[in-house]
């Protein structure tokens, strides 16, 4: 998976300046020339007491590439997200397809609310490996087929699988990522459990590297109230 930041306007002055409006009025911009750390109990007030509004006064796009599948999960996300997705009706799509490495555990035991993963053996893997990599060859193959025939991009990719990969941008304020992050990490701060695919997990966590180093005070927040967004 690859995240990348590509610009942002976030900070954890920014909570500050939003939340003190309500009693400072435009002297709250003054917080942008203050140290955040002085004022680390209020973020940690906001977190704990659910005022999350202050939470949005920020903005980070990221750059991410992932299968399909991930992003068919990722676009359930509305509020507060922006999306723009590369097309398969204005551009060849590029043959670079998802297969699991020996990390990925394979087999799901339990019943749906109530299962966990685990380790799969070598030879689930090996099949897995193999049989992913003839269809995505036969489904490129069918694709390139249709496209040296003439027929439009976005009929001939219908051919292809949702292991493949494609790119978007991303573009979220902190309140809406940390409920992103609520959802599709599995963490052992969290308040609530969640189940999240792995896949999607790896790119929640490579996001919330990129955040924490934004915004210390507000992810250090987010974690001691149980990461739960506010």
């Given amino acids: 998976m690859t995240v990348e930041l590509v610009k942002h306007s976030a900070a954890d002055t920014d ?3 939003a939340a003190r409006v309500s009693t400072a009025g435009e002297q709250s911009l003054e917080e942008l020339e203050k140290d955040p750390q ?3 109990g ?3 007030y906001l977190m704990r007491d659910r005022h999350g509004s202050p939470f949005e ?3 980070m796009t990221f750059f991410v590439s992932a299968p399909l599948f991930v992003f068919r999960e990722f676009h359930r996300h509305r509020v507060g997200w922006s999306y723009n997705e590369e097309s398969g009706r204005y551009r060849e799509l590029e043959p670079v397809f998802y297969v699991p490495d020996a990390s990925r555990k394979l087999v799901q035991k339990g019943r749906p609310g109530k299962y966990e993963f685990v380790e799969g053996s070598e030879k689930q893997l090996e099949l897995v ?15 390139q087929e249709m496209l040296d025939a003439g027929v439009a991009r976005e009929v001939a990719r219908a051919t292809l699988p949702v292991g493949l990969y494609s790119s978007m941008y991303a573009t ?3 309140r809406s990522l940390m409920h992103f992050l609520g959802l599709r990490t599995k963490h052992e701060l969290a308040r609530v459990p969640s189940f999240p695919q792995r896949e999607i997990e790896m790119v929640a ?3 919330e590297a990129e955040w924490a180093r934004l915004m210390p005070l507000t992810h250090e927040a987010f974690n001691a109230n149980g990461r739960v967004a506010p």
């Fill in 42 to 44: 209020l973020i940690n």
């Fill in 129 to 143: 490996r193999e049989q992913m990599t003839e269809s995505y060859r036969q489904s490129y193959a069918a694709y």
């Fill in 15 to 17: 909570v500050l300046w």
């Fill in 57 to 59: 006064h920020n903005s």
């Fill in 172 to 174: 979220c304020n902190a």
């Fill in 38 to 40: 002085r004022s680390k």
């Fill in 205 to 207: 966590e490579l996001m």
